[in-house]
């Protein structure tokens, strides 16, 4: 299932492998990946954009492609996945077509250069969000990041995760931040309102 995703100023795409050009531009960047192990070599990126471009629980679980809803430049990549615990990066095999995981899905993004500071990233991870919780059957989604990295913590904020604490997570002691179905309803007016059903197949039914 495609499940493109449009917000004000964007439009999130499942990531494809026509993608690798904002990949590029991105994991090699050493500013991009200051807080994500450092920068990436071309050779590593090419490999990894097939594994990069699947999908789990009918297209929910996956990353997409941020680019501009106006130009079509692409900006960067958000992300539902499923948190690794003591793994230094996703477990590829939680990802699968006919299933949703079932430990914690994390919500993130990451920006070109010329991408920062414009409010993308907010609104990428609020459109995921209500994609999460309007059009899948996901309770929760969390996240976390370095301890150095404040703009994430901003956009956590106002995206309306809140901090509970610390976890592990990435195979370190991390932040652990969260937000609940039930409190995102309720900050949206839309208490009561029950999620989608999940047929066998893991393909998204309305009550």
Known sequence: MDRALESERLRLTPLAVTDIDVALEMFTDPAVMRFIDGPVDEASIRAGMPTWTRRGGDGCIGIWCISSAVTGEKYGSGFLLPLPV?????DWSLVRPEALPSGDVEVGYIL???????????????????????????????????????????????????????????????????IARSEWLRAKGREGVQPPKVSWRGRARET
């Open 86 to 90: 003591e793994d230094s990066d996703t």
């Open 112 to 178: 070109k250069q010329s991408a920062w500071g414009k409010g993308f990233a907010t609104e990428t991870c609020r459109r995921l969000l209500r994609f999460a919780f309007e059009e899948t059957p996901l309770q929760e989604v969390v996240a976390t990041f370095d301890d150095g990295n404040a703009a994430s913590k901003r956009v956590l904020e106002k995206t309306g995760l809140t901090c509970r604490g610390r976890r592990r997570a990435y195979g370190q002691d991390s932040p652990d931040w969260r």
